[in-house]
Nanobody, 115 residues
């Protein structure tokens, strides 16, 4: 299993920006995809954005045009730039890595957007 360390998050007013970062804690090969998920109180965890097969990206409709996922500075790292944040973006954001078809999860970081 891949150990993932997340950073970033916090509280911001609507319209503001935040950046999340995630990196594998050890040098590891074979990660095919990294992604960010989020879980709002009382709701199921949902995919926010993913990066795969090099630099291909995909986004949830709710964040398209506002969020940008990109490779981090280090190997096996991923960033999520979140702009024009809305109260409905509030939740715990989890980093995810897929290796050999097996997913690994970070511990999550809280994002709170106030109106």
């Amino acid at each position: 299993q891949v150990q993932l360390a997340e950073s970033g998050g916090g509280s911001v007013q609507a319209g503001g920006s935040l950046k999340l970062s995630c990196a594998a804690s050890t040098r590891i090969l074979g990660i095919s995809e990294m992604a960010w998920y989020r879980q709002a109180p009382g709701k199921q965890r949902e995919l926010v954005a993913r990066i795969f097969e090099g630099l291909q990206t995909a986004y949830a409709d709710s964040v398209q045009g506002r969020f940008t996922i990109s490779e981090g500075a280090a190997k096996n790292a991923v960033d999520l730039e979140m702009d024009n944040l809305k109260p409905e973006d509030t939740g715990v954001y989890y980093c995810n890595a897929l290796r050999g078809g097996v997913p690994s999860w970070g511990q999550g970081t809280q994002v709170t957007v106030s109106s």
